[in-house]
């Protein structure tokens, strides 16, 4: 069974930039057909997709987020980060990593417990 664990700071100054971690067990994050994805989900809003790392370590990102945002990984730590430059307030949201194990006949998702990040000075 794979986990998921989000973890980092729970509030981040204006300007600055957010550090998360996804730590992945159950699995290696380089398993084939797995990819690695950051969702997020404002205060009284709906579910925003960020960006994934795939197993083969190919990236891709929402456009609108693109500029600001990396996702790298640590194959020996078994883990998935996520760096958002320059945040602003709008970037309040409770931050999810989730494994999207995906196959031309199947899917599954795992999904972390989230972590809440606040914007503010």
């Known amino acids: 069974q794979v986990q998921l664990q989000e973890s980092g700071p729970g509030l981040v100054k204006p300007s600055q930039t957010l550090s998360l971690t996804c730590t992945v067990s159950g699995d290696s994050i380089t398993r084939n057909n797995f990819y690695w994805t950051w969702i997020r989900q404002p205060p009284g809003k709906g579910l925003e997709w960020i960006g994934y790392?795939?197993?083969?370590?190919?990236?891709a990102y929402t456009p609108s987020l693109k500029s600001r945002t990396s996702i790298s990984r640590d194959t020996s730590k078994n883990h998935i980060s996520l760096l958002l430059r320059s945040v602003t307030p709008e970037d309040t949201a409770r931050y999810y990593c989730?494994?999207?194990?995906?196959?031309?006949?199947?899917?599954?998702?795992?999904w972390g417990r989230g972590t809440q990040v606040t914007v503010s000075s």
């Open positions: 790392m795939s197993y083969s370590g190919s990236t």
């Open positions: 989730v494994g999207r194990y995906r196959t031309v006949v199947t899917g599954e998702d795992y």
